[in-house]
Nanobody
């Protein structure tokens, strides 16, 4: 299993970013996927999740109405569209799934929201 995040960067408050997670090594469409984030000095938290077919989604209260999770099963890729970004969204964002007995994590992509 390999998960590779991309799309992070530095953005001003109120700006937008789109993260991508490219997956390989398992049957992508069969498994739920999630985005987590970890800010300095804080625990890793679940930001959003999506079912295998994409019909069911979850958002943390802190990002509802601002973030949108989606997936393209033909491209084995998951996305996180982040709008109206706030300084408190600054964190390393990780892609997660569990296609077998073990958790699978990407290496993360840094998102920094600052003026």
């Amino acid at each position: 299993v390999q998960l590779v995040e991309s799309g992070g960067g530095l953005v001003q408050p109120g700006g937008s970013l789109r993260l991508s997670c490219a997956a390989s090594g398992f049957t992508f469409r069969n498994y739920a996927m999630s985005w987590y984030r970890q800010a300095p000095g804080k625990e890793r938290e679940k930001v959003a999740g999506i079912s295998g077919a994409g019909g069911s989604v979850y958002y943390a209260d802190s990002v509802k109405g601002r973030f949108t999770i989606s997936r393209d099963n033909a491209k084995n890729t998951m996305y996180l569209q982040m709008n109206s970004l706030k300084p408190e969204d600054t964190a390393v964002y990780y892609c997660y799934t569990r296609p077998g007995p073990f958790d699978s994590w990407g290496r993360g992509t840094q998102v920094t929201v600052s003026s």
